[in-house]
């Protein structure tokens, strides 16, 4: 028998749930290292998150790509492992350690099969406080770098971002994306291991695992037996910089070949501890995230100019990038670019209907729920909160704050931080491609791609 | 429970109309993926419609029967969560990820659009200039994308259904029309060429009851034709250079005629691709990154580009993707990388390196299943390419099962220098450049 229902309109289903977390177990050791561990019995691997703070922020301004370089070169010769004993080691327990710099943060990742934690523990540590960037690898990793950042800058998109951060962030470490390679030319294994052994220390670093722990006394001892005699030594602040004050530019960067223009339109914000976060979080879901949002829908379904067209709000410690950007044909450059704007000037003119605010607080609130899915993505977000430094309820209070923004403060917000007079605007593509559409873009500086 | 224990529940059934329904119920994360797979993908094109099947899949999201255009969109994320689709070369997969009391939604659309589409001139030139900026995003605009997807399947294939472009020329695009939107959908979007999986925390028999109700009475259409996939015999080496513009860095493509999906070559050179790329301790990590220092970065997979080893349909090809240090001429490059092959051929692998290589396939056998979109993906194109979703448990024992006897043999008859294709992509000379 089939049963009847309304196959004519959409299915009424109950309101979301409230996703509650795993319990996390967080504690010290003596030595200060952070220590948060969910014991996830779901799958047969552990995942691990190992983050300092030692980002991008805390290299010395003529030495740009420490942070990574280190990053990139932990597991490439230790005081007790060969670069290729290192790597066979963990390829035979089924792992993986990856590390990268961030803006704010040096985070190693990691996984094993868990009957192998042990082991996985055991090169963790290995890797961060034994690591003695051998020579050869030193030269290799420079030598591949240079070549890397060059292929990086060859993509539109990368081009766009960097320009975007530089004019944004000015002075101040947040403005570099990437470091240039005459910076990566000047260091050498002195400044990595004085970077490493200066910063990778344990009260400044916070531990997260998350997978089948068993026993927690047998999982503490054997942490301790890795991590707890590793000292604790005052680590250094970032160099202060101020942020400069959002303004109004327009900066053409000249891509020859380009068959497309990319369009980024962005400012300094406010990061996740700022009274204003969740306003802004729903006023950029309304306008640019996702498939319902007004840009999408307005400019590539109703308008047809490009295929993404987003807005999204990178948070980082001590600020956020917002951005809004869109690729299109040349022709249609000057009219994408102005009804871009027109849309974050109508989210400060009129407030969202009550149905659009709801699609944003559902959307952002359901997904948050996905992406708490897997043991790799819990540990990802435990680590970010607590480098953070937010709130120990920060996940678990995150759907009731977005379902708190309202109409009013999702205006404010844009009002606040969508004036399209405070945003700097980058366009990636050929000169020769835009004739004629320069005089409605207003004054702007013409730059040449770095060759 | 340790990676040779773990094993995903499964129930399979056919409603009457020949959907296949494949549900994996896990109740330990309040999400739920529905996952709906067809048997239509670029090599179900006629000459002359490159693209259309990628195409067909953007006009999948532009209204249905009784969800006008946007909505599909807007319910999904109206309902916290996300969806997408994308087009392969044997198949077209859709999917939304949802908070597990939501399902109902996800099957009232997928039913919907199953059941008849909004097909319209409006929506059709509207989807043809966001398919032109796509193609124009990830292709034209791009250093290395033009020359893998437009001009690699040419020197790997001689049969048109099988080399011609997935994303298609603006020429075929702009040929396709409302008539043969609709022909295509009739043929293809049928219940019965299709697999449903759930996967996630769902109720089973509620589930049952729903999919029931929403799908079993969308008629079935005659299995849709498959145009002749056969490629002659390989008559030698193929070889072909690209200059392109927007690339700093040289490159190489390499690749050799794929054995046939799920035979014992085919496992073993699954097993071979881990040893020469997975990981730092991979044979050209080891050997061609660091030892002759030629090789930045690479990638390779049986099926590459647009498929993996898990879904593609033969014919296929092993393809090896490096970007190369411009102190070295690439024909060098390609010397070091034969190299590495023969002593492959000439000596196997190691036994460590093997068992490294197992550990590395229970790993990653298990990280693909973390996520419940993940396990649809692997269950729906199993049921489809395969006939059977249950391989999900079984297939990654027939790779542990290789031998190093069994690479080496592998190696030998699959990675013929004889029949190799091989594309060198030079950066473009620009301004500036010395001469």
Redesign the interface.
């Known amino acids: 028998m089939t049963p009847r229902l309304d196959r004519t309109r959409p299915p009424v289903t109950p309101p979301l749930q409230i996703h509650r977390l795993p319990a996390v177990d967080e504690f010290r050791l003596s030595n200060g290292l952070t220590l948060l561990l969910v014991d996830d019995g779901r799958f047969p691997l552990t995942h691990l998150r190992l983050g300092f703070h030692a980002g991008a922020r805390f290299d010395p301004a003529p030495l740009a790509g420490l942070s990574e370089l280190t990053a990139q070169l932990l597991k490439e010769g230790t005081e007790t492992r060969s670069a290729r004993r290192f790597a066979e080691e963990v390829a035979s327990i089924g792992g993986t350690l990856e590390a990268r710099s961030t803006p704010d943060f040096l985070i190693v990742s990691g996984s094993a099969l868990s009957e192998h934690t042990a082991t996985l523990l055991e090169l963790l540590a290995d890797m961060t406080r034994q690591a003695c960037f051998p020579e050869e690898e030193v030269e290799l990793r420079k030598q591949n770098r240079l070549q890397e950042l060059a292929h990086e800058r060859s993509l539109p998109d990368v081009v766009a971002s960097e320009r975007l951060c530089r004019l944004v962030f000015g002075d101040h470490p947040y403005a570099r994306l990437l470091p240039e390679a005459a910076s990566i030319r000047r260091i050498g294994r002195d400044e990595l291991v004085a970077f490493r052994s200066s910063l990778l220390r344990p009260q400044n670093a916070v531990l997260v695992l998350v997978g089948p722990l068993g026993d927690r006394d047998r999982l503490v001892n054997t942490i301790e037996s890795h991590f707890g005699d590793w000292q604790p030594q005052a680590t250094p602040e970032p160099a202060f910089a101020e942020f400069p004050e959002p303004a109004r530019s327009v900066v053409l960067v000249d891509r020859k070949d380009s068959v497309q223009f990319d369009i980024s339109a962005g400012r300094r914000t406010v990061n996740r501890t700022h009274p204003d976060y969740f306003p802004l979080l729903v006023a950029n879901t309304v306008l640019g995230s996702g498939a319902s949002s007004r840009l999408f829908r307005i400019l590539r379904e109703q308008m047809g100019f490009g295929y993404d067209v987003h807005s999204r709000l990178e948070p980082r410690r001590e600020s956020a990038l917002f951005s809004a950007g869109t690729q299109v044909r040349p022709e249609v450059v000057a009219a994408a670019l102005e009804a871009l704007l027109d849309q974050l000037r109508s989210l400060a003119e009129e407030p969202v209907c009550a149905e659009e605010l709801e699609t944003a607080h559902n959307f952002l609130t359901g997904t948050f729920a996905i992406s708490l899915e897997t043991p790799g993505a819990l540990a990802g977000q435990l680590l970010s909160r607590k480098l953070n430094g937010l709130p120990d309820d920060y996940l678990d209070t995150f759907v009731p704050r977005v379902r708190a923004v309202s109409a009013s403060q999702v205006r404010a917000a844009a009002q606040r931080y969508f004036d399209p007079e405070s945003l700097a605007i980058v366009l990636v593509g050929d000169a020769s491609r835009l004739a004629g559409q320069l005089d409605v873009v207003g004054p702007l500086t013409i730059e040449q791609v770095a060759p | ?3 040779s ?2 094993t995903l529940p499964l129930e399979r059934y056919r409603l009457d109309n020949g959907l296949r329904v494949v549900l994996s119920r ?1 109740p ?4 739920v993926a529905v996952y709906l797979i067809y048997g239509v993908g670029a090599r179900s094109e006629e000459f002359g419609r490159s693209g259309f099947a990628h195409l067909f899949e953007h006009m999948m999201f532009q209204g249905s029967c ?2 006008p ?3 599909h ?3 999904v ?7 997408n689709g994308s087009t392969h070369p044997d198949y077209t997969d859709y999917f939304e ?9 996800a ?3 997928e ?2 659009r199953m059941r008849g589409l909004v097909i319209n001139e409006e929506n059709l ?2 989807q043809k ?6 193609r ?2 990830r292709l ?4 290395y994308v033009t020359a893998i997807v437009d001009l690699w399947p040419r020197l790997l294939f001689r049969n048109w259904t099988n080399y011609h472009s997935l994303i298609g020329s603006f020429e075929d695009l702009d040929a396709a029309t409302v008539d043969d939107v609709a022909r295509f959908f009739k043929t293809y979007y049928a219940p019965n060429n299709a697999v449903l999986v759930l996967a996630g925390d769902f109720d089973l028999e509620e589930s049952k ?1 729903l999919i ?3 799908f ?1 009475d969308i008629e079935p259409q005659p299995a849709p034709p498959r145009p002749s996939t056969t490629e002659p015999e390989p008559d030698g080496e193929r070889s072909a250079v690209y200059e392109d ?5 040289p490159a190489l493509i390499l690749g050799f005629p794929g054995p046939p999906r799920r035979c014992p070559d085919y496992y073993a050179l699954g097993v071979l691709d881990v040893i020469l790329t ?4 991979a044979r050209f ?2 050997n061609l ?2 030892g002759r ?1 030629s090789v ?2 690479y990638e390779a997979n049986l099926g590459w580009p647009f498929a993996s080893a898990s879904d593609y349909i033969d014919p296929g090809a092993y393809s090896i993707f490096l ?1 190369h ?2 102190s070295f001429r690439t024909r060098e490059v390609l010397d070091h990388v034969m190299e590495e092959l023969g002593r492959i051929q000439d000596d196997g692998p190691s036994r ?1 390196e093997l ?2 290589a197992r ?2 396939l ?2 990653e056998h ?2 693909q ?4 979109i993940g396990r649809a993906q692997l269950l729906g194109r199993h049921e489809l390419l395969d006939g059977d979703a249950g391989l999900v448990n079984t297939e990654l024992e027939r790779f542990l099962e290789v031998t190093a006897e069994q690479i080496q043999s592998a190696a030998q008859r699959r990675l013929d220098p004889a029949v190799r294709a091989v594309l060198e992509i030079a950066p ?1 000379r ?4 010395e001469s």
């Open positions: 429970m340790t990676s224990t773990f896990d330990t994360a309040p999400v009784h969800a255009k946007g909505l969109f807007q319910i994320e109206a309902n916290g969560g996300y969806l990820v949802l908070p597990s009391n939501k399902l109902p939604v099957l009232w659309l039913a919907d030139a509207n200039e966001a398919v032109k900026e796509e124009r995003l034209d605009n791009q250093p009851r029931e109700a929403y079993h513009p927007h690339a700093r860095i997975a990981g730092a301790s990590q080891q990154v660091k220092r930045i970065q970007l240090h411009p460590e068992e490294r550990s590395f229970r790993a298990v990280k299943l973390e996520s419940n473009g620009r301004e500036g450049d």
